[in-house]
């Protein structure tokens, strides 16, 4: 990459007159009073916003700092008023193109001098851009983590120090955090040329161990930590157990009504988004799609026509709303669990910013679950395949197609073991290749995988804890302020309010249930949820069949849930407990224990622990390999492996990454006639089911040789 670094400053026409070439701290404190008036007339705003105003005293005061608060609470001032206050300029580093040119085109509308260097400008604008940063002709200059890679350009930034340094996005120099980037850290090596400018680290989305860890790579440890805003009070959610193959028809039942209307559909793949805006838009509902896959220009169409108000509805991966601000998106809806809490708080924060009610709805099975520690298998493979091509590696550089040749590879394939190992120490890339570099990096590698795998279950808890939604959202961030109970609004607190989840008053067998769980409550208060079903059920009823019970006690108010966990043999064991309430002590009525009504196709819950089939509509279809392999029909299972082989060819992935042979020889011996049999064999989700059911299935009805 070429250096933007100019040969000379000089002046540029038409821009504001040039500052002093130097370091901008501000030269006296900055007063309350002084912010306050900033913030009217600089910013147009009579008022701060919770929280913001000791965070700009404190970063106007030169002060480090860590923001973490909510999509929408109104972080950008928070760097933006210090900014102007201290006076010279504000470098912001951010990771998205669009971000930084919607960040650039709203300050310019204010009268502040605002530019950006990325990799989306020409070399001569970059370069002029370079030149007036250091004549101190910008009160603001954006720049992408990767420029940071280019020679000169970190010493052209620190002949002229900016007056504070905003690292937008902040969770992205994390290892920990959902979005990890590696260009973010160049930043450790970077800003020590440029300070003591004082730092401002801004997050929607950091867990407590993200904080830390995003202080620590930074430098600046001591820094002050603001955590506030996570409630919020106008977001109803809830959670809907149901299978993949009938989400579509809940998704349009819910944009039907226009009161759900404008909303924003999350769909897991690029695929599903194009198939399910389809449906929509043949509903008669106006949606577009929007993922990566898009050409630029499509999805720069798409987003202007959705928060121009001519879409009501746009389904989209994750590719889209980072730096997104519709406030009157008044429902999201999930088609499948995410990958991670942080990701899911900071998409359904995207509905109601306008203050007024709005509502998100995650429709999920046990399922889903398989399908992300699949993808986590994909993206994160096992250390073994890295140590293979580490083993390739010498002192001198090598070809990725030589590397990919000596492994028997895909081109892709290698790359990607390579990135990996580069991000932990394991490879040094140049232009020649890729060659050794540290060998101690399985330990990074492992704890890194380990950790993607925690954050799949703490998804999951979420979506399977009886305990208010948004309370569990607090807890995760670690809010500092909110000492507020139950949100009240949620399917937990409010079920009569859902609009997926519909729910009636319990049968009388399920009532007598019911009591009994409240009489062993009254003995044994703080019974786990295994010691309930042993105590009480285990002839009669399943786990799931039980935790179902316990939900709708949970909604009555009789009792509470809470997770808890133990260490075993190095392994973290994680268990819910239940405990009476005052009107469960009482042993009030029943009416109000709302029991879910079960939807069409929904999936058995899989409480921890639970003997029973968790991903599947009727018992999963599992055998040892042994008699799988004698009750499978030989044609059926060359038919499969073909069919595998030829996918990953397609792909450039190894074989076992579509399935592997004990779900190979698992579909061939249970040779289903449907997606929901086939979604009932061990081994299959809806990730296999959306992109190769149809042809598994075709490959059963031709050689299955009968059905079981």
């Known amino acids: ?118 990799s989306g400008r020409a070399r001569p604008e970059s370069r002029q851009v370079c030149l007036d940063y250091l004549e101190g002709a910008l009160d603001f200059l954006f720049i992408a983590p990767e420029r940071l890679r280019v020679p000169g350009f970190p010493e052209m930034l620190a002949r002229r120090k900016p007056a504070l340094i905003a690292v937008d996005e902040a969770h992205c120099i994390s290892n920990w955090g959902h979005d990890f980037r590696p260009d973010y850290r160049l930043l450790r090596d970077r800003l020590p040329l440029l300070r003591p400018s004082p730092i401002v680290a801004l997050t929607a989305t950091a867990t407590r161990r993200v904080q830390q860890d995003i202080l620590e790579q930074l430098g600046i440890p001591a820094a002050r930590r603001f955590i506030h805003g996570f409630r919020r009070a106008n977001l109803a959610i809830e959670v809907v157990d149901i299978l993949p193959s009938v989400r579509t028809g809940t998704v349009l039942r ?206 999951h808890r979420f979506a399977e804890t009886y305990v208010c939604r948004m309370l569990q959202l607090l807890r995760h961030f670690g809010d500092q302020e909110d000492a507020a109970g139950p949100c009240g609004a949620c399917d937990v607190c409010a079920p009569e309010g859902c609009a997926a989840l519909k729910f009636r008053h319990p049968r009388p067998d399920e009532a007598g249930a019911m009591q009994r769980v409240l009489v062993e409550l009254r003995r044994r208060d703080g019974s786990t949820t295994g010691q309930l079903h042993r105590a009480l059920f285990e002839s009669e009823l399943s786990r799931n069949d039980v935790e179902e019970l316990l939900g709708a006690l949970v909604r009555g108010g009789h009792v509470l849930q809470r997770q808890e966990a133990f260490q075993k043999d190095g392994k973290r064991i994680e268990f819910k407990r239940v405990h009476l309430t005052p009107r469960g002590r009482a042993g009030s009525d029943l009416d109000e224990a709302w029991i879910a009504e079960q939807p069409r196709g929904k999936a058995v819950r899989g409480g921890a622990g639970s003997r029973r089939a968790a991903a599947a509509p009727e018992e999963r279809f599992d055998l040892d390999p042994a008699e799988a392999a004698h009750a499978a029909p030989p044609e059926l299972v060359e038919a499969l492996r073909s069919l595998r082989t030829a996918r990953a060819r397609e792909r450039r992935i190894p074989a076992y990454c579509i399935f592997n042979d004990a779900t190979l020889l698992n579909i061939a011996a249970a040779r289903p006639r449907d997606e929901r049999q086939l979604l009932a064999v061990k081994g299959v989700g809806p990730g296999i089911i959306g992109n190769y059911g149809r042809e598994i299935l075709d490959a059963v009805r031709c050689h299955g040789g009968g059905n079981r």
């Open 1 to 118: 990459m070429d250096s933007t670094e100019p040969t000379r400053p000089r002046s540029t026409p038409g821009t504001a007159s040039a500052r002093p070439a130097a370091a901008a701290p501000a030269a006296t404190p900055v007063t309350p009073r002084r912010l306050s008036e900033l913030l009217r007339t600089r910013f147009g705003h009579e008022t701060f916003r919770p929280y913001q105003e000791a965070v700009c005293l404190d970063a106007a005061a030169g002060h480090d700092l860590l923001l973490v608060m909510p999509t929408g609470a109104g972080k950008s001032l928070c760097y933006q008023l210090p900014g102007v206050a201290r006076g010279g300029t504000t470098l912001v580093v951010s990771p998205l193109i669009a971000l930084m040119e919607d960040q650039v085109a709203k300050l310019r509308e204010l009268g502040l001098r605002a530019e950006r260097i990325h």
């Open 254 to 459: 819910l944009l039907a009504d226009e009161a759900n209307r404008p909303a924003i559909v999350y769909a897991p793949t690029r695929k599903q988004t194009e198939e399910l805006a389809a449906e929509l838009a043949t509903a008669g509902i106006s949606t577009a799609c929007y993922h990566a896959g898009l050409m630029g220009s499509r999805r720069d169409d798409v987003q202007a026509r959705f928060l121009g108000g001519s879409l009501d509805v746009i389904v989209a991966t994750i590719a889209f709303g980072m730096g997104i601000d519709k406030p009157n998106v008044r429902m999201v809806v999930h088609t499948a669990m995410p990958a991670t809490l942080e990701g899911y708080y900071q998409e359904v924060g995207r509905a109601g910013r306008d203050g007024l009610a709005a509502r998100a709805v995650l429709l999920q099975s046990y399922s889903d679950r398989r399908t992300l520690e699949y993808l986590l298998d994909l993206n994160y493979p096992p250390p073994a395949e890295l140590a293979r091509v580490f083993d390739l590696l010498g002192d001198a550089p090598l070809g990725f197609d030589e590397l990919a040749d000596r492994s028997s590879q895909g081109r892709e394939e290698v790359e990607s073991l390579v990135d990996r190992l580069r991000v932990h120490g394991g490879a040094l890339v140049d232009r020649g290749g890729a060659r050794r570099g540290a060998p101690d990096w399985t330990e990074s590698y492992v704890a890194q995988r380990q950790h993607r795998l925690a954050q799949i279950d703490e998804m």
